[in-house]
């Protein structure tokens, strides 16, 4: 270790591969201002969406710096918390003006942006030059296996409503009542589904640690950020998420309206893109430098954390948030891209080898399942 350290250079941090989100920031203080004074709303949805980029970017380094210097039991457990805040935080403004559609939406659409747009872009990106990345086909074998059970928990309760007569929520922005014994059905569903996340949180941190961190070898940056210093932009990040979130949402019906796509599609897509987009680069980043198990980890477990964790939450949340509670019912053509793309996704990483076609292949499913969504 050297004697003096290279001072800090805010440019050249900036324009980095982790800085570049803090050059949206000012799009917090525009976001706000806009909302204010009564902007037109698309304006303001984009500049809200824009400013939710570098909060995610900063909650999640506050994050990994309290994880880091917790331990990997304790950084489980944090990152479970916070790791896809963003998204959950944008998720419960909507719950609680009643627009589970929406919602769903946003659900689904950080499932497929994680599993096909990321993972795509980490394949074909990592691949480019080489003949094949490598990467521990067993860790991403047990995160595709634990999407499945989300499968499961998806398609098991939309059978239940048809076999009775009852007809699938359509796509569109309202909200649909469903009877107590759907609702309770929904509930229970989503405390296995958290039991199962949990367990799996204990395997790869306890009993199978070696599989999921192969380089237990951590290295500590020389910018690292004492506790309290995590700690407190973890907590201004938060606060910037929320102000964020409540303003996206409020906008978004009237945005939606006002660029001719409907608030479903918004949500799935943009939505999800940017409640994602830190994250996002950061696997393709890793991907770039042949750091395959990296970037599996965070697209197919960001996956399983939205689809096993974030999503029961905000079904026992809507329980006391929220016009009405919100049942673990998807209309049939979400319900049918989740389960090809987490059937795609499983089939590609279970040889532990990829190359820049299979992330091809991947991008152009997404794009398939865009257009689809765009029509639908």
Partial sequence: MSATAEPFNLRKFLFSGSGWPYLLIPFIVIAVVLDVIGADPIIVFFASALGVVPTAALMGRA???????????????????????????IAL????????????????????????????????????????????AEAASAQATMLLLAVVALVLPAMFLLARGDELPALG????????DITQMSAAVAVALLLSYFAGLWFSLKTHQDVFNPDSEDETPEDAWS??????????????????????????????EGIGLSPFFVSLII???????????????????????????????????????????????SFVLGPFPLAMEFSSIEIGAVLLAVLIA????????????EGVQLLAVYVVLGIVFFFA
């Fill in 93 to 136: 403004f909507a719950l609680n003006k009643g627009l589970h559609e929406v919602v769903k939406a946003s659900i689904v659409g950080s499932i497929l942006g994680n599993l096909l747009l990321v993972m795509g872009a980490a394949f074909l990106i990592g691949g480019w030059g080489r003949e094949r990345n490598k990467f521990v």
């Fill in 227 to 256: 506790v309290k210093r995590s700690v407190g932009m973890l907590a201004g990040a938060g606060v910037a998420v929320g102000v964020m979130s409540e303003i996206l949402v409020g906008s978004i019906e009237a945005a939606s």
């Fill in 63 to 89: 994050t990994e710096e309290l994880a880091h210097r917790a331990g990997p039991g304790i950084g489980g457990l944090l990152n479970v918390t916070f790791g896809n805040a963003p998204e959950l935080i």
């Fill in 173 to 180: 922005e309202e909200a649909t009542r469903y009877p107590s």
């Fill in 271 to 317: 939505v999800a893109i940017v409640g994602n987009a830190a994250e996002h680069w950061v696997a393709v980043y890793f991907a770039a430098r042949d750091k395959m198990d990296i970037a599996i980890s965070i697209a197919v477990g960001s996956s399983a954390q939205i689809a096993l964790f974030v999503m029961p939450v905000l079904v026992l949340t």
């Fill in 346 to 357: 499983a089939h590609v990483s279970q040889d532990g080898e990829s190359t820049w076609f």
